[in-house]
């Protein structure tokens, strides 16, 4: 049996001898960690639940103002305790996207994947050049890298539900968005 160890930071103590040392070979992007077991133990994410009846009237406003696409409009979440990765959980990143009728969203492309529902109403998705239907209820996926945009053709609001994988390619470093010209 191994015991879990309680991380420990020693940092300020271990440094004071050295610390003329250490402030040479230091840059505003260069640390050094003296004693190999201090990492700061991440604040763990809770458990929670987002109210619909909440977003909703955020989104419809945020839709109705179409700053950021015409008729369009996406709220994602995340938890202050993933950090950077901005997502739920250090690794997901989930949101809901709300498209107007007889609207569409820009197509573009990221090397996240993405696998929505659709909360409500009907459309469809060109996925790499191929359009896939979809009603309330139906899943669908966008694979890593795949261009797509999601039309609204009834005539109330769509509102899809998405979570992807975007936390875990943040943390790496390696998250990238391409807007299709
Ligand atoms: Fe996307």
New binding site residues.
């Given amino acids: 049996m191994s015991k879990l160890l309680v991380r420990k930071d020693l940092q300020d103590q271990l440094r004071s001898n050295v610390g003329d040392m250490i402030k040479q070979i230091e840059s505003t992007d260069l640390k050094v960690v003296v004693y190999m077991e201090h990492t700061e133990q991440s604040p763990r994410v809770l458990p929670k639940v987002i109210k619909f009846k909440q977003v909703l009237p955020l989104l419809a406003k945020l839709a109705d103002e179409g700053q950021v696409e015409e008729g369009v409009a996406k709220v994602m979440f995340y938890s202050p305790s993933t950090g950077r990765s901005r997502g739920l959980t250090p690794n997901m990143m989930a949101g809901f996207q709300y498209i107007k009728p007889g609207m569409s969203t820009k197509p573009?492309s990221?090397n996240m994947a993405?696998i929505y529902i659709v909360v409500k109403g009907e459309g469809y998705s060109v996925i790499d050049g191929r359009e896939f239907r979809w009603e309330q209820g139906d899943v669908f996926v966008?694979p890593a890298n795949s261009e797509?945009s999601h039309t609204n053709t009834g005539t109330e609001e769509v509102i899809l539900f998405d979570v992807t994988d975007s936390g875990l390619l943040e943390n790496m470093g390696i998250l990238e968005f391409r807007e299709s010209e």
């Fill in positions: 573009h990221h993405s966008v797509h």
